[in-house]
């Protein structure tokens, strides 16, 4: 009927109703209680058990129970003050814990079968152990969540950040970890086949508003691999880091995006750490080992960035049959990069599966004159995988691009490849085995062989450089300089029937010996035709 109710004993108990009832806790054993609608104030009561129904409790500032908050049956929760506070749903209690909002060693508050935590408006902490079968709301302020071990919440988790660890076990076999979206919860399997322990998937919560995510992978000695999937259920609105273990790491990590999904590849100039950015998230990475065939794949991305970490790069690119992780045909990027003491660092291999767009930025770290980048494009390294568009620009210094391929087209026969010299005066390297005809530009080198072209190479910043067009097959070649007008060029014939065509201006031929010559500053040896 609304009354006071106050009982002096040591541990009193009020019970709550089975149709859902409001408790709020405004000082140490005191407060009030809505019970099927009537209002009673609360002293000295030590605890306070809601039964069946949906109950609401909320403990007030500097407010607690010396006894325990017993949920019951139902869907019920707990809001926190003002304070800051921290919630704690202790390891093997699944659903129960404690709220500490004075500070103070002794929890103000412990609970039982409370399945929803509400912080208040100060900077709250929720370490989850264990399941919490509800909801999270870290309301206003900056929260923060912690999930430990089992810690996971079954409903969505809102208005905090949230920080996750998972590790592998050491045990001399192969984890490996899968970070997805599946329905719009976050999950992690763990894929322990090798061991004889099957797959592990933890579901860890449903994200909601305001919610960031950090979670880290720890690896092992024991190979294993991180895959990071926005294809299945949608990208991972997270920020990951992967540790990959052992001082001498044979650990994976692959970043799996939905065609769609646009980012970049930074690689640290320690030669064993970088950051993957996938549609604003980021996948950190420490230990991968430059010495371990392709640790690092990157696949179905629309656009991608690659950029070297160092002042001078020297970087192949090269076609791989069967990537180590999924055993696909890909794209090989490798080699090494300056670091401040001048020394070379070799570089973890990325494998590049089905990207779209790829720009290689060699040239964001250079500087003076110790920024003279070497990049080898090696045969059926275009061909390797679904590329659109493949540009590599090298900044400063004295570059050179040296071109090993016949074919510079893709998989569907389209041309791809542009390169950006940057400043200086570089150099243009190309191999002439088995074409028939090379056509160079100032913009534009163009290959054909058989009377098939097999591709045009976008030039720029290479005007007024230098080319070198060398035939170590024998083959007759024809290569036509009428549109380099700026730079110089050597060309060498080799054993076949060779034909050069000059320069398109008033050219001065002047053949010096046997088959070879200067035409423009312009030499050439080995070439029996001129034109």
Request: glycine residues 14%; charged residues 15%; proline residues 2%.
């Amino acid at each position: 009927d609304g009354g006071a109710t106050t009982n002096a004993s040591e541990n009193d108990t009020v019970l709550g109703s089975t149709t859902g009832d409001v408790f709020t806790i405004t000082t140490v054993d005191g407060g009030t209680a809505t019970v099927g609608g009537v209002t009673a104030t609360l002293n000295d009561i030590e605890t306070i058990d809601g039964r069946s129904g949906d109950d609401r409790f909320t403990v007030a500032s500097a407010a607690g129970l010396s006894g325990s908050l017993l949920g019951g049956a139902g869907n019920d929760s707990l809001t926190g003050s003002g304070d800051n506070e921290t919630f704690t749903i202790v390891a093997g209690t699944p659903n129960a814990g404690t709220l500490n909002n004075s500070g103070a060693a002794n929890p103000d508050v412990t609970f039982t079968s409370v399945e929803n935590l509400n912080g208040g408006a100060g900077n709250d902490t929720f370490n989850v152990n264990d399941v919490l079968s509800g909801n999270l709301d870290g309301g206003l302020g900056t929260n923060a969540l912690n999930l430990i071990g089992a810690g996971i919440v079954n409903g969505t988790v809102s208005n905090v950040n949230v920080t996750i660890t998972a590790a592998a076990t050491e045990d001399t076999f192969a984890d490996n970890f899968i970070v997805r979206l599946n329905g719009g919860v976050l999950e992690v399997l763990v894929d322990q086949t090798a061991a004889a322990l099957g797959v592990t998937t933890t579901q860890y919560f449903t994200p909601g508003i305001n919610t960031s995510i950090a979670l880290t992978i720890q690896g092992s000695d024991d190979a294993d691999t991180l895959t990071v999937d926005y294809d299945f259920g949608g990208p991972v609105d997270a920020d990951i880091t992967f540790t990959a273990g052992g001082t001498a790491s044979v650990d994976r990590l692959r970043m799996l995006g939905d065609g769609s999904t646009t980012g970049s590849v930074d690689l640290d100039i320690n030669g064993t750490d970088g950051v993957i950015v996938a549609d604003g998230n980021t996948i950190s990475f420490t230990g991968l080992s430059a010495a371990l065939n392709e640790p690092i794949e990157i696949e179905a991305f629309d656009q991608l960035t690659y950029t070297t970490p160092g002042n001078e790069d020297v970087i192949s690119l090269d076609p791989l049959a069967s990537s180590p992780i999924t055993a696909q045909s890909a794209l090989a990027v490798s080699g090494t990069s300056q670091n401040p003491a001048d020394v070379a660092v070799a570089l973890p291999t990325v494998t590049i599966i089905d990207v779209q767009n790829i720009v290689m930025n060699l040239g964001l770290r250079d500087a003076g004159g110790q920024s003279a980048d070497t990049v080898n494009i090696n045969d059926g390294a275009l061909r390797s995988t679904a590329i659109t568009s493949l540009s590599i620009q090298t900044g400063l210094g004295q570059d050179q691009f040296n071109i090993n391929e016949t074919d510079y087209r893709n998989s569907v026969d389209a041309d791809v490849l542009s390169l950006d010299g940057g400043s200086a005066t570089d150099a243009l390297n190309v191999r002439l085995d088995n074409l028939d005809l090379v056509q160079l530009s100032n913009t534009t080198l163009s290959l054909t062989d058989g009377g098939v072209i097999r591709g045009t190479i976008t030039l720029t910043g290479i005007d007024g450089d230098t080319a070198t067009l060398t035939d170590g097959a024998g083959s007759d070649n024809s290569v036509d300089l009428s549109g380099w007008l700026n730079g110089t060029s050597i060309v060498t014939g080799g054993g076949g029937n060779d034909t050069l065509t000059g320069p398109n201006e008033i050219a001065l031929w002047n053949v010096t010996g046997i088959n070879s010559g200067q035409v423009n500053g312009n030499t050439f040896t080995g070439v029996e035709n001129l034109v």
